[in-house]
């Protein structure tokens, strides 16, 4: 059964760091492609990063590239989200996702098959 707990977010000052987890089980992670989503009151859910285990190679929304970075950790089988910079219009509720392919783009939520349970991220002073 694939499993997809998520840690992490809370309250910033703009300008500051936070750092997302998303513990992965269930899954051959080499294969799986894991993404980061998040969506703001009153509006749809967007992609912002992707890990493509499968390349080693990642993607990011234009406005997030340079401030946000996917990693893993093999031993911990946990994706993270490090972000830096943020500014108020990045807050909304965060979430991960894993799937079965090996995408070479950013890939729409509608796609992945497997959430972890979200996580609210506020950027405010």
């Known amino acids: 059964q694939v499993s997809l707990v998520q840690s992490g977010g809370g309250l910033v000052q703009p300008g500051g760091s936070l750092r997302l987890s998303c513990a992965i089980s269930g899954v051959n992670l080499d294969v799986y492609a894991v993404g980061w989503f998040r969506q703001a009151p009153g509006k749809q859910r967007e992609a912002i990063a992707c890990i493509n285990n499968n390349e080693g190679t990642s993607y990011y929304l234009y406005s997030v590239k340079g401030r946000f970075t996917v990693s893993r950790d093999n031993a911990k089988n946990t994706i993270y989200l490090q972000m830096n910079s943020l500014k108020p219009e990045d807050t909304a509720v965060y979430y991960c996702?894993?799937?079965?392919?090996?995408?070479?783009?950013?890939?729409?939520?509608?796609?992945?098959?497997?959430w972890g349970q979200g996580t609210q991220v506020t950027v405010s002073s």
């Open positions: 996702a894993a799937d079965h392919f090996s995408p070479n783009y950013l890939p729409t939520w509608r796609i992945f098959d497997h």
